[in-house]
């Protein structure tokens, strides 16, 4: 079958901030993303969000170049202030193009 | 002193205890969120709805005094709390002021338990007490936000904030309430008062205990935030306490009533205030915020405070 | 007209207008799902064991007449908003079967509100209505689903498609606590009546507070469907709502059972339907059919369709 | 015979079936997981509470042949159900150990139907039976983990295991709802009494649905746990009550405290047990003491054993 | 330690397709699954299985012919009428024998 | 943007080890984790957990070194008796440098 190399960008952050998450997402040219629940602990203890919900987790499959978007999207708004954490990996997805 | 026992031996009180106990000892015990969320719902909508076909019954006149003495509170202890915090206890402007929020709005289960309290003693309190709650809610809020915009002259996400303590599920669902119970009045209200009034206590003994369990963690943190701040978070509600009796009080509150008025302004919020903070000012220590208002303030206005502002009330107005 | 604004100020309602000023708010107030599923679980349960009590007290030659408009109504009006979508609307046959399905079936809510309107008038329904939701759930959905496979002379998933409609969870539940009351009577009914009728009204209430917020989403996909689909949503169950009273009234319903009887008839299923059809057409647009049945038929089935029924089946046999 | 047919058709009986029959037709009816876990808090909490209340008004002399005859009983039917697993099964140390914990244990479920059963019959229970359930839950737990550990002198991971089961989170509701009905008595529990006491058999039949429906699955695995185990998981419960309605009789209980004191003991554990023997004891099969505890015992017990312990009392005492 | 190469394959669907999922993913060899809730956005907009959960997310440790398998059976299924989004990892698996 | 290459480490494994799993996760040297709530199936059918709530998957970012140590300690301590699934990934993550 024909796969499609793409990035899948995955962000873990504070439940506060998901609605902006979202925002950002599309505005950097994902066609869409999968939202988890998830909790976890990092260098910053205890969220504030604690009694919100905790964490959610994207998952984007995206072209690199926008998954670069995201990434600078990211750091410039959050990595100052806010618990966000943020990776990259190559995948192979099928029917690939309906992510580019 | 006995009705600070009398307080102390109530069943909600006692859930509270347990929550703490059970993480003392390392229980496995877990509330699941969704029902952590739909008790908060629940007791939102609940005290809203019961305000609001109270509110139905009280003329306008008797409520107006009461309502402008808690908007003069919500503006005043947010700035005394500020005072305190940056210019005796030297912290920064930004963290001053996130603590500062907390302390001007309002803890709703503190209010809910000092209303449990004064009817255990038999009394009825004021019906229009949770509209005061919503009113109570915001201006500390804003109040203590504008702090640093006006000081360090900053523009700062003070809209964004403020939209979402407005919008916030708490206001929405508690003025929601007051408003559809206003408008159905006592009749109306009675095919689901079995379901929000007669339930009512039963579901805060359930919050309370998955509140004990969240107090317990926050207790960790008590050395982190050093011996100002717990004596700020027991002593400044006791000024701000003592500054509602009378206020309120002179703005024609009964005993019971000032009583559950002063829980209220002595308070600090936990859920509307850390959200609009984390926002608007997010380099203010959510450690520093949520222990103090969670962890001191809150179980010592639960077991010590009500009964304490309920004596301060007995003594003047008594 | 007066019964109109009653029943727009009744608690419930207004939960659900209440639900809707949140979303356009946009509040954060967000229900937990799991407590969405408990609530339908708790409702679905209640109607049928309440439905199953009183059935156990009803003669059989009473239930016979309205069982059989049921059925004769379940397989009518799919066939009459097929042909009204497909030769009026030109829609395709897929989705003008997947929403005649819909149309077919019935909405459990809009059944519950119906019975709250004419009880909160001090009417007493007949007991085995529930009875009736369940015989109505199903053959619309059947009768709507044969039409592409007898008109395209495919061979569909249309077996798939009812299993899913027949064990799925709301005819499970709902036909379970039929059987169920009806097995333990009035009698033993006593030690759960008040978990599942004392508390009724006010978990309907948190219901819907949260169908409102769906609502309210859907409301935003209004312009996506089209002028005739918003007619379709209005003016379909006014015609179905009349037919349901005159044959309601002819089987020997009262005033107040022609009257909810209606509701049921008109009204388009948001729980089963779009499961099914979601099998079984699964080419027919999910935005079409649940945005008719749900942001446009239910909503105005519960401010205006109701009282709409209960003014026509008091003409007819006031 | 009519007690037993009485008891089948109660409606959490019929909750019990209708969650089993909801499996057997595929239907897609899912629990929220936090319901059941709400629905388990509550539960525990509520006996709890009503146990400590009755507690308060009961005599210490009175409960001290109880108590004690379920510390007896505690140890010596896990080593029963040890001995015959081992020596007539031969099923090896690990797997006889970890099947006998279970039925050294209780489950809370078995002993809330006993309740509700003989309060159908219009009998009133010993208010302190459930204090008997906390006592009861732990020892035989502690008994069963031993035995490896003597015979096999072996240091095992029994510590962690026991802290798992006294801090897990069942003893912990149950012994804080215990302490808190006991401390606050009947006047204060008042306010707390229509949640905790009103809704119970509602809880408790959304409780048996689900419990149907995992009993389902269960049945399932009836064919790897083999002939013996089934016989096993009905036979040694009718023993164990047997024992227990002499020993409890013996001790003091009455004809409706003796039924439900031998459904306690002759039940098995499936929340305590099964994680502290996933701990202690890794290598024994979840399957079969899973199975022959809810998938055998559990039902055998809800339809046909308590009834019959009913019976045996009424023989000895009646 | 001594890892195994092998494919993860994951799966996010409509939770009405739940069940079939888990049918395919059996029958195409796998030796487990694991199940995550999860919502998202992609090109369909809102899912009509909204009320039923919203979508599932599945994550399958196979080689790479059983990875082939599901992929064309979820396309040859899903492809045209469901949103499935289908993609393909390399991982390393401890004791990743037992997954082939 | 400069991304740091580190390794992903999965675990999926019975609820009844969630604390256990964070202790060895935190000993191992790893600055932090996510964990989301899963079910599954695999070899061995249904879980002794499945009244606790099934399974816990997690998820940490580290370096190989700690990756390896997390690898050692799970075979060592659990694979014998319980349900636990590992494996790696290769991951480009954004602040690498944090979670090393
Ligand atoms: N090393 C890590 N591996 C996986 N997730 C992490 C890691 N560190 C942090 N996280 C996640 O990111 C959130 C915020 O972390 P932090 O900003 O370090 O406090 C945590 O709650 C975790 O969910
Ligand atoms: N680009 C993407 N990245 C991650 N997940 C996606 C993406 N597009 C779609 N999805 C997921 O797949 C589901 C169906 O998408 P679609 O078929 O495009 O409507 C969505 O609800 C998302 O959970
Ligand atoms: N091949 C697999 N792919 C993904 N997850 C798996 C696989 N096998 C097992 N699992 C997960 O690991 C858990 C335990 O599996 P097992 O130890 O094989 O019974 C299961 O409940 C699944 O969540
Ligand atoms: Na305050
Ligand atoms: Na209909
Ligand atoms: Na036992």
Not at chain 1, 16 to 24: D, F, N, S
Not at chain 2, 73 to 89: C, D, H, K, M, W
Not at chain 2, 263 to 289: C, D, E, H, Q, W
């Amino acid at each position: 079958m024909s796969l499609v190399n793409l990035k899948l960008v995955t962000i873990v952050s504070e439940r506060i901030l998901k609605t902006q998450m979202v925002e950002h997402i599309v505005e950097c040219g994902a066609k869409g993303y999968t939202m988890l629940e998830a909790t976890g602990e990092g260098s910053r203890g205890i969220r504030a969000s604690e009694f919100e919900g905790r964490n959610v987790k994207f998952e984007i499959i995206a072209s690199s170049e926008v998954a670069e978007k995201i990434f600078q999207k990211i750091k410039s708004e959050y990595f100052e202030n806010y618990a966000v954490i943020v990776y990259s990996q190559d995948v192979q997805v099928v029917r690939g193009d309906k992510y580019i | 002193m006995e009705s600070v026992i009398n307080n102390l031996a109530s069943p909600v009180v006692l859930a509270f205890v347990l929550g703490i106990v059970a993480k003392l000892i390392k229980s496995d015990l877990d509330f699941p969120r969704p029902l952590y969320q739909s008790i908060s719902i629940y007791l939102l909508l609940a005290i809203g709805l019961k305000g609001g076909v109270e509110l139905s019954k009280t003329p306008f006149s008797e409520f107006l005094g009461p309502a402008s003495a808690t908007l003069f509170l919500g503006v005043l202890t947010p700035l005394i709390a500020f005072a305190i915090l940056r210019y005796v206890g030297k912290f920064d402007i930004t963290n001053a002021s996130g603590i500062a929020a907390h302390y001007g709005s309002v803890s709703v289960v503190t209010f809910i338990a000092a209303i449990s309290y004064v009817q255990a003693l038999g009394l009825e309190p004021e019906g229009f007490l949770p509209t005061l709650v919503a009113i109570l809610e915001v201006p500390g809020i804003v109040v203590a936000l504008l702090i640093p915009i006006l000081i360090e002259k900053k523009k700062g996400t003070l809209k964004k904030a403020m939209h979402e303590v407005l919008t916030g599920s708490s206001i929405v669902l508690l003025v929601g309430g007051l408003i559809i119970g206003f408008v159905v009045g006592p009749t109306k209200f009675e095919s689901v008062e079995l379901f929000f009034v007669g339930g009512f206590q039963g579901a805060l003994f359930l919050f309370l205990l998955e509140l004990g369990m969240i107090t317990a963690s926050r207790l960790r943190d008590l050395k982190k935030v050093g011996a100002f701040l717990v004596g700020f978070g027991i002593l400044v509600p006791i000024l701000h306490g003592f500054l509602a009796v009378i206020i309120g009080m002179w703005a024609g509150l009964s005993v019971a009533g000032a009583t559950v008025f002063a829980a209220m302004v002595s308070s600090g919020s936990y859920i509307a205030a850390p959200a609009a903070v984390r926002i608007a000012l997010p380099k203010a220590n959510p450690t520093l915020y949520l222990t103090s208002s969670l962890g001191i303030t809150f179980p010592f206005n639960i077991a010590l405070g009500i009964p304490l502002y309920y004596i301060i009330a007995n003594w003047f107005g008594g």
